[in-house]
């Protein structure tokens, strides 16, 4: 079964999948960087293998802790505010990260970044949900999958060659500031849904 709809909204719903695709992308590159620049962080922090490990690990409990109320959320507000808002916390604790003087200050950071990226995934499901007909809701989220692969490439050998040229602090800051701007830009673009009527017909073409 496939779908009639307007066809111009059709590939602004496209558009708005891989703005929401570039976020995914962009939180996978927040979430490996420790991984290409572990000693130099282990410096700029002031901390041991150890102790960083810690700061490290409370990414992964706040991107937990925050899936089943970013769900509800994400089904009673729309994407549009908390997709948006959720990119700009993942900057801010980039920001916090890159100034931190302490451990505990850095677990701030970098637990904020968890809490931002937790909803990139859900946003993009919701989006597609919300912009396509089902029968393209699969080759949507394959989309944001190899964004999302892109992502974890360039949090490894691509940043770590920019960490050479820049150092760590500044690489950090960087990476709050492209946040700061695509979470603009995700909340000036992004839009929770469109009115169009999706109506079922009895035919297998369609488009994507």
């Known amino acids: 079964m496939t779908y009639i709809y307007d066809q111009k909204m059709h590939h602004k719903g496209w558009g708005v999948i891989v703005l929401a695709s570039l976020f995914y992308c962009y939180q996978f590159i927040v979430r490996v960087f420790p991984n290409a620049l572990h000693t130099d962080l282990m410096q700029h922090l002031n901390l041991d293998a150890q102790q960083l490990g ?25 994407p549009k505010l908390l997709v948006s808002a959720a990119c700009l916390i993942c900057a801010g604790g980039c920001m916090v990260f890159a100034f931190s003087t302490t451990q505990e200050l850095a677990a701030v950071g970098r637990f904020m970044m968890g809490m931002g ?46 960490n050479e040229a820049i150092g760590v602090k500044n690489t950090l800051q ?11 830009i995700l909340l000036k673009f992004i839009q929770n849904i469109h009115h169009t009527q999706h109506i079922p017909r009895k035919s297998h073409k369609d488009s994507f």
Do not use: E, N
């Open 174 to 184: 960087f990476l709050g500031v492209v946040g700061i701007v695509l979470g603009l």
């Open 54 to 78: 810690f700061v490290i690990s409370t990414y992964g409990w706040a991107y937990s802790l925050m899936q089943i109320p970013l769900g509800l959320a994400l089904d009673r507000y729309g």
């Open 117 to 162: 990226s937790s909803c990139g995934f859900l946003s993009c499901v919701k989006l597609a949900t919300l912009w396509l007909p089902p029968h393209l809701l699969s080759r949507s989220i394959a989309l944001t999958l190899v964004f999302g692969t892109i992502g974890a490439s360039m949090g490894g050998g691509p940043l770590y060659k920019l």
